[in-house]
């Protein structure tokens, strides 16, 4: 079983950044895909990014637009989304998830494993 806790969310103004972390518990963290999706109040959870176990394939939400990067450190058992050029549409509940089905692994349904969420608020 794996636990994830996410950090970093808060608010900023538009066009400034913010870098969310994820921290996973027990010693299987390498062996998962993870992921991170967003939830804005009354719209269903979206996909935001993903990234494999080793962190060489990475795959993102068609809205990011090379604005956010997603990264992981197997030795920290951490993964990280680093958000640039934040516009207020990208204020959601953000959240990590580990999954261990396939490489691209968009849905929901793909991920066993699911944070609480970090807030993140863009004032325009």
């Known amino acids: 079983q794996v636990q994830l806790v996410e950090s970093g969310g808060g608010l900023v103004q538009a066009g400034g950044s913010l870098r969310l972390s994820c921290a996973a518990s027990?010693?299987?963290?390498?062996?998962?895909?993870m992921g991170w999706f967003r939830q804005a109040p009354g719209k269903e959870r979206e996909f935001v990014a993903r990234?494999?176990?080793?962190?060489?394939?990475?795959y993102y939400g068609d809205f990011v637009k090379e604005r956010f990067t997603i990264s992981r450190d197997n030795a920290k058992n951490t993964v990280y989304l680093q958000m640039n050029s934040l516009k207020p549409e990208d204020t959601a509940v953000y959240f990590c998830?580990?999954?261990?089905?396939?490489?691209?692994?968009?849905?929901?349904?793909?991920?066993?494993?699911w944070g609480q969420g970090t807030q993140v608020t863009v004032s325009s």
């Open positions: 990234l494999s176990r080793s962190g060489s394939n990475k």
């Open positions: 998830a580990a999954s261990s089905g396939p490489v691209v692994a968009t849905k929901v349904s793909e991920y066993d494993y």
């Open positions: 027990g010693r299987t963290f390498s062996t998962y895909g």
